[in-house]
């Protein structure tokens, strides 16, 4: 039965290259943003192209918590799209509940082994095969800066988080709301661990992928929740609720100096024609240039039906890797591309700076993956780790040794 659907599979795939086959995909993605819309419309046109229909399936809400919820009561009802936007341990997932089809056929075709980092790859196999393709890899312990408000409160570009509070308060007394930032679990999320991330990437993993219980109680983790109530101040008072490319455009427009985000909020600079290094400024999330949190978009294949539909779900995982989708998608997303030796000339300053680092971390052992962005551990525990954050953020009354408790009981009670 395996050899026969390999066979089909690859069958499917010559054909469908020769666009004999003329196919529908339906794709579960997130990306409603300027910057994301942008960048998703590139894979649909290069689809359209190829002969095939291309079925929007986009449910807005930002790091795709909604989509995810979509995506679970439609493979409930035994029907999941061709194709949807799942990323790290989650793919692992969804393989083990045997919904994703096989990709090997068109990896071995695209030398995907070849092509792509290692650290990559490992991520979209399940089992030892492809079941999902990389659209690119973010990094997301960054920080986006608005040089002029800086340069009208006197202040510096802060490296250190004990600095950025000396300098957010320079910044709040020149009226300025220093740190743009949208009250979400998943935004929480993200500052929580660019926090964290300044005690080094040892503290990290132990804490965000061993889940040691040491480490979750740990004085450095206290240290960090007081650290992060403190930068709470400097987040002006209507953040609740607000989507994260509304709080870039803060940045953008001179409204707030800072946001932490991964770089898909370059999305938004670059379409707001905004340019790197003169509008606007990149740089690691204080404390953390050594480090790179990544962050990989990968669309994973789930079986369909029918073999114009199969054809046409092998032809979108062959065009993500092909090097014309995965460069123009990059320089609009703000990541970079997931496959290796790319032609670095349209790619800004910001994006050479995060390839650099996606290289020298990956031989220091300072690559490592995102908890926010679910790369690093299961979405069990990674919700878990939210709801502490989170409600810590939001209540006064939380000690940061109360919040480690929880924290270290709650990632406990979802391993
Ligand atoms: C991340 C996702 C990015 C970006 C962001 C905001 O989780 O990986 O591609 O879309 O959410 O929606």
């Not at 790290?88 to 997932?93: A, M, R, V």
């Not at 803060?250 to 999305?267: F, H, P, S, Y």
């Not at 092909?322 to 496959?339: C, D, H, M, V, Y």
């Not at 525990?381 to 006064?396: E, L, P, R, S």
């Amino acid at each position: 039965m395996k050899k026969f659907a390999f066979a089909l599979t690859a069958a499917a795939l010559t054909v469908g290259a020769a666009n004999s086959y003329a196919g529908e995909v339906e794709v579960l993605h997130w990306w409603t943003s300027g910057g994301e819309a942008a960048s998703i419309n590139v894979l649909k046109g290069l689809m359209v192209e190829e002969g095939h229909t291309w079925k929007d399936f986009a449910v807005a809400g930002g790091a795709g918590e909604s989509a995810m919820t979509v995506l679970k009561s439609r493979a409930i009802s035994g029907n999941p799209p061709a194709s949807a936007q799942i990323k790290g341990p989650t793919i692992q997932e969804w393989g083990s509940l045997g919904f994703l089809t096989n990709l090997d056929a068109v990896a071995a075709q695209g030398e995907w082994d070849v092509v792509l980092p290692q650290v990559v790859s490992d991520v979209m196999k399940y089992e030892g095969h492809y079941v999902a393709a990389p659209v690119n890899v973010h990094r997301v312990n960054w920080m986006w800066a608005n040089p002029e408000v800086f340069r009208k409160s006197g202040a510096e570009l802060p490296t250190s988080w004990d600095q950025f509070l000396v300098e957010a308060e320079k910044i709040k007394a020149a009226g300025y709301t220093p740190l743009a930032h949208g009250g979400q679990a998943w935004q929480d999320a993200t500052l929580f661990e660019a926090i964290a991330l300044e005690k080094g990437v040892n503290f990290y993993n132990k804490a965000f992928i061993a889940h040691s219980d040491q480490t979750l109680r740990s004085q450095d983790m206290i240290d960090v929740f007081n650290t992060f109530k403190q930068v709470r101040k400097y987040v002006d008072v209507g953040f609740s609720g607000r989507d994260w490319n509304v709080a870039t455009s803060m940045v953008i427009n001179g409204e707030a100096a800072m946001q932490i985000m991964g770089d898909w909020a370059k999305g938004e600079f670059t379409a707001a024609n905004k340019k790197a290094g003169i509008d606007y400024v990149c740089l690691p999330a204080p404390g953390t240039s050594d480090s790179f949190t990544f962050n990989i978009d990968s669309l994973a294949m789930f079986k369909v039906e029918g073999k114009d539909n199969q054809a046409a779900q092998q032809d979108l995982a062959r065009l993500i890797l092909e090097p014309e989708f995965q460069e123009t998608f990059n320089l609009n997303k703000g990541s970079i591309p997931a496959r290796l030796n790319m032609p670095r000339e349209k790619f800004d300053t910001c994006a050479h700076a995060s390839m650099d680092s996606f290289l020298a971390s990956s031989t220091t052992g300072n690559l490592t993956p995102s908890m926010a962005h679910g790369m690093s551990t299961s979405s069990m525990v990674q919700g878990a780790i939210y709801d502490v954050v989170t409600n810590f953020f939001n209540d006064d009354s939380m000690t940061a040794e109360q919040a480690v408790d929880k924290l270290a009981r709650a990632v406990k009670a979802s391993l």
